[in-house]
């Protein structure tokens, strides 16, 4: 085999969505008193963080997909971890709000190819999410 096909290998065992909600775990289990909305940026990933919890998320915990992000939904919360994987997307029914969330520039607690975890604690600035949505 060629170089390129064996480097393309290589990348099959690494699973960069899996090492993130790892991260979002520890961090939500490390602050069970702050109310988290796990935000997704695709729809699909949403269902893989509920997969991952076990489809029981913890009780500290909302999980929403940002195409449905409303004021209610940040106004019980006391924090915000939003999660990227464009590899999720399915562009013919659900868009991804991959460029939304970057463009957000919050600091990144996980990055690793196209997999993006990000922490906001001044849920104000996620309006902007919404904003744009419509």
């Not at 269902?47 to 019980?76: K, W």
Request: charged residues 25%; aromatic residues 8%.
């Amino acid at each position: 085999m060629g170089p390129k096909v064996i480097a393309e290998q290589r990348t099959w065992r690494i699973f960069p969505d899996l090492d993130a909600m790892a991260l979002v775990k520890r961090e939500i289990q490390s602050h069970p008193a702050v109310h988290y909305l796990l935000i997704s940026a695709e729809q699909r990933t949403g269902e893989f963080a509920a997969a991952y919890f076990g489809f029981s998320p913890p009780a500290n915990v909302t999980l929403v997909y940002v195409g449905v992000l409303d004021a209610e939904l940040l106004a019980r919360a006391d924090a915000a971890l939003l999660i990227v994987d464009p590899r999720h997307a399915r562009h013919d029914r659900n868009l991804s709000y991959a460029p939304q969330v970057r463009a957000l520039r919050l600091p990144p607690l996980f990055h690793r190819g196209n997999v993006w975890v990000f922490k906001a604690d001044d849920l104000a600035r996620l309006g902007a999410l919404r904003a744009r949505r419509q």
